[in-house]
């Protein structure tokens, strides 16, 4: 099952894909000036080349709260929720900015905000994909 994930900030959209394994998350691209309605039109064209879930970075505070970048996030992920067929899943991004700056340093790469969003939203599927991952062990080993 092939997921998306989207990291929304206030000017641009991080983009990440897993492989067809769901195993593991690349970062793809950045889009930019997109509306939720642009977005639902790029997600159901994604959509098309057999994206089945779409996860959706929710920028919490340390705290656990929610402010103003969260309420625009629902507000996208509102209209995403209306795409048929796509499952979607708001995920917890505290900290997926840092991480995506660490990665990229450690790897020498650049810490443009292009390639930090798109990074970003690899960390936050990745983490997504492993929290699967690990509930699917846990039912077979409950089975065996």
């Known amino acids: 099952m092939r997921s998306l994930s989207l990291d929304i900030g206030e000017r641009r959209i991080g983009v990440a894909l897993s492989d067809l394994m769901g195993v ?29 879930i779409v996860v959706v970075g929710l920028p919490l505070t340390c705290k656990g709260e929610e402010g103003e970048q969260a309420r625009i996030t629902r507000e996208y992920a509102q209209a995403l929720e209306r795409i048929e067929d796509i499952e979607l899943v708001l995920w917890d991004e505290r900290f997926s900015t840092r ?46």
């Open 24 to 52: 593991n998350a690349r970062p793809l691209e950045v889009l930019y000036d997109l509306d939720p309605e642009g977005l639902c039109r790029y997600v159901q064209a994604k959509k098309e080349k057999g994206i089945e």
């Open 99 to 144: 991480e995506a700056e660490r990665k990229l340093r450690e790897a020498g790469r650049s810490l443009k905000g292009r390639e930090v969003d798109a990074e970003a939203a690899a960390v936050i599927l990745q983490a997504y994909l492993e929290y699967i991952d690990s509930g699917t062990k846990r039912e077979r080993e409950d089975r065996e």
